[in-house]
């Protein structure tokens, strides 16, 4: 069973089917919260989910981009900020993902952030990372020891 969470819901708990890659209806009870396995979010409309089928560092981090999986140990992800205007010229600001694996795009997409970051920070522990799964992947994907250590007993 592979317990994964919506990346920015907190108390959104899914089951993440590894033979259909497909995810299921929110979970009412979820006894094991703890034990979760992986993060899922929507980036320009794109399901990603991040997870470790097994809490052992040894497990390989998979990374699935729509029904597309990936070892996350191979990747390097980059993501800035860019602006748009709209054809009424109202200025916007994007994120935008680039997604590599052995120097080749495998994935590239503009998206919105979804979160907002508070202006003031109570507590010092938020990040912008919070905020934004693609930086939260850039983040991860850049500290190897962070990567192999994530999702897992340890």
């Given amino acids: 069973m592979t317990i994964i969470r919506n990346y920015y819901k907190h108390a959104d708990f899914r089951f993440l089917d590894l033979l259909t890659q497909t995810i299921s209806f929110p979970l009412e009870d979820v006894s094991e919260r703890s034990k979760i396995h992986g993060f899922f979010a929507y980036l320009g409309g794109i399901q990603f989910v991040l997870y470790r089928q097994q809490r052992l560092t040894q497990a ?17 992800v980059l993501t800035n900020t ?73």
Avoid: V
Wanted: with cysteine; hydrophobic share 35%.
């Fill in 60 to 76: 390989p981090l998979i990374l699935l981009i729509g029904n597309t999986k990936y070892n996350f140990n191979e990747l390097n």
């Fill in 82 to 154: 860019i602006s748009r205007t709209t054809l009424q010229s109202e200025f916007f600001l994007l994120r935008h993902i680039q997604i590599y694996c052995d120097n080749k795009i495998i994935f590239e997409k503009d998206y919105d952030e979804i979160g907002q970051m508070f202006e003031w920070d109570p507590t010092t522990f938020i990040e912008a990372e919070d905020f934004d799964f693609g930086l939260f992947l850039e983040n991860i994907s850049k500290n190897k020891e962070r990567c192999r250590r994530l999702f897992t007993n340890s």
